[in-house]
T-cell receptor, first 113, second 113 residues
Framework: AAGVIQSPRHLIKEKRETATLKCYPI?????VYWYQQGPGQDPQFLIS???????DKGSIPDRFSAQQFSDYHSELNMSSLELGDSALYFC????????????FGPGTRLLVL | GQQLNQSPQSMFIQEGEDVSMNCTSS?????WLWYKQDPGEGPVLLIA?????ELTSNGRLTAQFGTTRKDSFLNISASIPSDVGIYFC?????????????FGGGTRVLVKP
């Protein structure tokens, strides 16, 4: 079965640079979630989209923005990168109905030097 | 701050042993999910629970949704070496916008030396 696809899998950036992470949800899933996981931490919710509209917002810095496109893929744009942004970034997708299970992608490991 | 208290934080297993972990919260959750995460990979869904009191099995895994909707446990029977990893509970509070996951701190399952 098709899973959530994330690209790139690994990314190295310098401080103050920008980064764009991409997420392709499971086919027919219309909801996308972004999570950030620091070393030894549990994933923290950043932002979600349902039918191309932002549906919820968590602890996402103002330097980050995201959107969901007409084909339901999503991009997380990160600007003015800081050392503390180094983390695993996961995308998850689900059908939009309440209580529907979220399936995670393999993640993008971002390292900011 | 973290709303789900997951315990134990870590445990050592010997092949063939049964393993238990649980999550508790002061808040009510409408859905409980259990994930397993290997290093550098995305969380993989193990079991989803949607109804208070629900007991669900997936192979050697059994999980229950507490009747108060504030807790859940996961049991692994007859553990094998590939059960090593980090197990996360996650809950969803249903609200009008978004079904973000709130994660527990994780239980790190290790093999006894």
């Amino acid at each position: 079965a098709a899973g959530v696809i994330q690209s790139p899998r690994h990314l190295i950036k310098e401080k103050r640079e920008t980064a764009t992470l991409k997420c392709y949800p499971i086919p027919r899933h219309d909801t996308v979630y972004w999570y950030q996981q620091g070393p030894g931490q549990d994933p923290q919710f950043l932002i979600s989209f349902y039918e191309k509209m932002q549906s919820d917002k968590g602890s996402i810095p103002d330097r980050f923005s995201a959107q969901q496109f007409s084909d339901y893929h999503s991009e997380l744009n990160m600007s003015s990168l800081e050392l503390g942004d180094s983390a695993l970034y996961f995308c998850a997708s689900s059908l939009g109905t309440p209580r529907e299970t979220q399936y995670f992608g393999p993640g993008t490991r971002l390292l900011v030097l | 701050g973290q709303q789900l208290n997951q315990s134990p934080q870590s445990m050592f297993i010997q092949e063939g042993e049964d393993v238990s972990m649980n999550c508790t919260s002061s808040s009510i959750f409408n859905t409980w999910l259990w994930y397993k995460q290997d290093p550098g990979e995305g969380p993989v869904l193990l079991i989803a629970l949607y109804k208070a009191g629900e007991l669900t099995s997936n192979g050697r895994l059994t999980a229950q949704f507490g009747t108060t909707r504030k807790d859940s446990f996961l049991n692994i029977s007859a553990s094998i070496p590939s059960d090593v990893g980090i197990y996360f509970c996650a809950g969803i509070m249903i609200k009008a916008a978004g079904n973000k996951l709130t994660f527990g701190g994780g239980t790190r399952v290790l093999v006894k030396p």
